[in-house]
């Protein structure tokens, strides 16, 4: 059976309805385009997202079911909780949002991540931009894990974490909950669903409800420090 898939033009930054993509491969909307600045706002106030291996073109995503965390409703394990306590992990955010996205990319193999070199210099430019931003997990100087995505209004789009030691992923996701809900924000877009965020304890919505919420909150404002460069801390 064929399949028609919109290929996206360069003169403009417009997308397909997110209700056309496809049921196989789940959410596929369309291919082509760029990763302008531009567009990558566009994209993420429509509910896409930019998702490829090397060799493809760019392809653009809405899947539904969408996994997303409740921040608020988010409850750190014990032994999560008794681990920071012993070992004290520093966590910033929006100190080294280009070498966390970088790190990102660097510990997954090439023909395993989605993170190409198109798309590191696409998210970088999105963070000199001022609307992505990353969670860093520090051990001492070392920076051991964290995450980074996309803000738009009170949802924060979720892109990528990594580890390079224990629990660093799960410490910043811990710890920006708590400050993302003081800040006024709602909810935590992750995608699509797998066992390492199930564990953590994110949920799947219809992709009408996840529009829903976009549609509320993407012009909504935050308190105006959220993401200013700083320490972040559990009270």
Not at 85 to 104: D, G, P, S, W
Not at 196 to 214: K, M, N, V, W
Request: hydrophobic letters at 40%; a negative charge.
């Amino acid at each position: 059976m064929t399949l028609y898939l919109p290929e996206l033009s360069l003169s403009n930054t417009q997308f397909p309805n997110p209700s056309l993509a496809l049921a196989e491969p789940n959410g596929l909307l369309a291919f082509g385009g760029d990763l302008s600045v531009d567009r990558l706002r566009s994209a993420y106030r429509q509910g896409i997202f930019p998702w490829y291996s090397y060799g493809e073109p760019i392809l653009w995503w809405s899947p539904s079911p969408r996994a997303v965390f409740i921040p608020e409703t988010f409850k750190p394990a014990k032994s999560l909780v008794k681990f920071q306590r012993k070992h004290n992990y520093k966590v910033t955010l929006n100190h080294a949002t280009e070498t966390l996205i970088q790190l990102c990319a660097d510990t997954r193999p090439n023909e395993e991540t989605w993170i190409t070199k198109q798309m590191l210099s696409a998210y970088k430019s999105l963070a000199q931009a001022g609307s992505c931003h990353s969670v860093e997990v520090w051990d001492g100087e070392d920076l051991v894990g964290g995450l980074y995505g996309v803000a738009v209004g009170q949802i924060f789009c979720g892109e990528s974490m990594v580890s390079v030691k224990p629990n660093a992923s799960k410490i910043a996701l811990w710890y920006f909950c708590q400050h993302f809900i003081s800040h006024g924000g709602k909810l935590i877009d992750c995608q699509i669903m797998n066992p390492h965020l199930a564990s953590l304890g994110a949920i799947e919505i219809p992709r009408t409800t996840f529009q829903d919420y976009l549609l509320e909150s993407r012009d909504a404002s935050m308190v105006s420090s959220c993401y200013d460069s700083q320490q972040l801390f559990i009270s």
